[in-house]
């Protein structure tokens, strides 16, 4: 239980050090690299990310098998996996390295990108073409790691990368380096975790020659393999709808380079409260699993209701306090000149308010009935991306962040409609009329009067009216959940989810 606990916290702490990394890192490389180059490098590491797809779901199902295996004494079954994952991994980093050779190669035709956008371009796919069979190969010994010991070291590891991430940042802004070497630096950064994670490997005694050693046995890695696949047809959509947006971005858009740099931007903020309310998931998670191996309805019914609540209501207490200054917001991060982002944050922002349904979400997992989930997710990715690509030339970021809206409006539908009534025996109008909408009436009431008082309120300084906002909002937020939800008032809700 200590060691699953240490997971969690260092867990959440992983995701928000990571979060407010990234949050920092954007103004410093826009104000050094200017929009156009920092965008070559959003472009870049989203490539990069999508490319994970080709693992097809492996490490999760690995992480699973070698946790079993390792409770169960069966050392011999995780070594020939592991083994096997070796070989995986390495034809897939062999792959990715073509890839991204060709990607930079042929970037001038593939992205409206001019020739000094074009060689910087190219030495960054070449860079991370030089780095990705090592990386590759470390997800076996993170996996390896993951099931031996559990993830509290691995999450301690995930929070060094985002720190280096960030003092590379500074680093290169400091002394003015090139966008290709502050990439190289920012590049070994990431990967200065994994000669510790071999030091850990190590030190947990586990053997290098014997679990690393590649020899490919198809039988015992066919076992997760096939697991992996179906988790794998999960996440493709998933993945495709989130970073695949500014891939359109920088293929269909005339200024590509400089809407992926403000698609960026949206992401990044949008994202600092998903990370907030991804707290959540953890928590619910195995917590809704146990009850529904016990079929504990009434108590699994107990938390998406009343769990439905809370969730509603720290989602919609963040989201709200950001959008009624998303233009100050900008200004301070960024510098002025950036409020023709401000309609497409607050739809982005808006669009977060899909977490309400943490707690539905998990169950959904939990009784493993995700097949009409992928179906959902496909027809919804490829709507969302038809879309984009579509609507962009009249749009622009818009379109990205109007296509991911429509991604996640499907899902909810599937939700609402199909899940909730005929899979999960929930009643849908109750989650969405109790657990959900009364939060959105009082935040939309609150936030009217906000607008109507600070219209007639002139305060020089830009940080006291933003914090003047903040303190307006939450006090007359809470203060109206207090009046109008008893029990909420009564502590009974979180007594009976965490209790």
Known sequence: MIGEFK???????SKIIAALS??????????????????????????????????????????????????????????????????????????????FLLMGVFSNQLFSLDTGQYYIFLWLMIILASSTIFNWLSFVVVQLLTAFEGVAWINQMNSVKSILNLLAVFICVKFEFSLAVFFIVFT???????PLNLYRFYRVKLSVVSFLKPRWNYPAFKEVLMYSLSLFAMGIFQMSALYLQPVI?????????????????IRTISSFVIVLGGVFMQVLLPKISKLYAEKDVEKINQIIYDGTKLISLFVCFV????????????????????????????VSLFTVLYMHNSAIS??????????????????SCFSSLLITMITVSKFGVGAAIIGYAVYISIQMLVMYFYYMPFVLNINPTKVFFQSFMPFI???????????????MIDVSSIYII????????????ILLCYVLMPRLRRKILVYKIWV
């Open 22 to 99: 990234q949050f920092i890192m954007i103004p410093l490389l826009i104000g050094f690299y200017g929009k156009g180059d920092y965008g070559l490098f959003v472009l870049a590491f989203s490539l990069n990310a999508y490319l994970r797809l080709m693992e097809l779901g492996v490490s999760n199902g690995s992480i699973r098998f070698f946790a079993i295996w390792f409770a169960k004494g069966e050392t011999n079954k995780v070594k020939e996996v592991s083994r096997s994952s070796m070989v995986f991994y390495g034809v897939i980093g062999v792959i990715n390295t073509i890839v």
């Open 441 to 455: 009436l009082i935040s939309l009431i609150v936030y009217y009067f906000e607008i109507v008082l600070f219209n």
């Open 362 to 379: 998990t169950l959904i997992l939990a009784t493993g009935k995700t097949k009409v989930l992928v179906y959902a997710s496909a027809i």
């Open 188 to 194: 070994l950064t990431n990967m200065v975790i994994i």
């Open 466 to 477: 933003v914090l003047c906002r903040c303190l307006f909002f939450s006090l007359c937020f």
């Open 7 to 13: 997971g969690f916290i260092f867990g959440i702490l």
């Open 249 to 265: 971005l920088g293929a269909f858009a005339d200024n590509g380079v400089m809407l992926v740099a403000d698609y960026e931007i």
């Open 319 to 346: 989201v709200f306090n950001i959008v009624i200054n998303t233009q100050d917001i900008l200004n301070i991060y960024l510098g002025s000149g950036y409020n023709s982002l401000v309609p497409w944050l607050n």
